[in-house]
């Protein structure tokens, strides 16, 4: 899930800097990206800073226990790690992998129309989240679905007119 917009449509939203770790700099990293570690293949990371992207370079990084780790340049104590604390963390989209015909990154359906069957818009997709046995396209509208993103349940996906077309009941 995206909690924030994507504020430029050549950057994504990938991570968080939400903690320090240790006492040479390092800091720890809530990542969205799936599995959490992929964050550590996308170099630079960028930050915003008073309205203006910042590079960020990585010099060391690994997952540790349940989270995601890494050693920022220039970043080498405890005091410098703690104002780093809350910066989200964005990578050029252009380093992103290209995907196959019909598959698509979760950030591109973001604004997509979602329409059921009978021809009735049910709203547009404000996120998706992996609930743990599914993934969910969560649209708003004068009411808000979660309709699971499997089939049956998805019908086709128009990249072109950026329509998505369920089989959900607006009642539901």
């Not at 994507?6 to 800091?27: A, C």
């Not at 969205?32 to 964050?39: A, D, S, V």
């Not at 996308?42 to 910042?54: A, H, R, T």
């Not at 969910?136 to 004068?142: C, E, F, S």
């Amino acid at each position: 899930m995206l909690p924030t917009p994507q504020p430029d449509e050549k950057k994504l939203l990938v991570g968080k800097i939400n903690g320090f770790f240790g006492i040479q700099g390092w800091v720890k990293i809530f990542s969205y990206t799936e599995p959490r570690k992929n964050i550590l293949n996308y170099q630079p990371w960028y930050s915003i800073n008073n309205g203006v992207y910042e590079k960020i370079e990585i010099t060391n990084g690994r997952e540790q226990s349940k989270t995601i780790v890494a050693h920022i340049k220039g970043v080498d104590n405890r005091d410098q790690s703690l104002k780093l604390i809350g910066k989200d963390l964005y990578i050029d989209k252009e380093q992103l992998p290209k995907l196959a015909d019909g598959k698509h990154y979760w950030y591109e359906l973001v604004g997509f129309s979602v329409i059921n069957q009978d021809k009735i818009e049910l709203g547009v997709v404000d996120y998706l989240v992996d609930t743990g046995s599914n993934n969910v396209l969560v649209t708003k509208g004068k009411k808000e679905y979660w309709i699971p993103y499997v089939e049956p349940f998805l019908v086709s996906i128009d990249q072109e007119n950026r329509e998505i077309i369920v089989d959900w009941d607006e009642d539901f």
